[in-house]
């Protein structure tokens, strides 16, 4: 089994679009590593996330807002030999975006992030209170960089 570079933007945004959370990763002024899962919102090259509006990770973006987004879908163990150790392997689609957290702060770019949060998990529509807009942090990620791999693929005979 091999891995492959997947280059067509459209399987890309597939991948993206079939995953339920995505992992977060920055680094603080310590140079410790700090990951977390996230829901998420996708549209035009742009990742839309949400949180509180304090917290560990805001810590560290407001000091350093690179972060690395890792998207994995359709994982399957899978073996060439069922009593050779080194023969398993997972198979797996993934993507990895880089890109620098800004915060929306402007109320109805707050609720447009919203939306296409939420069109990721529902078809239904959201109306958000004002308190609620207001006490939500947005983090709206421009995709700088952009890779995907495909694990665990069949060599050809």
Known sequence: MKTVKIEEQDYIEEIISRSD??????????????????NFGYREGVIYLHSGPTGHSIDILEQNNNVCITFSIDHELVFQHPKVACSYRMKAKSVICHGKVQFIENLDDKREALNIIMSHYSDSTFEYSEPAVKN??????????????????????
């Open 136 to 157: 939500v942090k947005i983090w709206e990620i421009p995709i700088d960089t952009i890779s995907a791999k495909e694990y665990g693929v069949p060599h050809k005979r």
């Open 21 to 38: 959370i995505c992992y977060v990763g920055m680094v603080d002024n310590q140079n410790n590593p700090y990951v977390i899962p996230m």
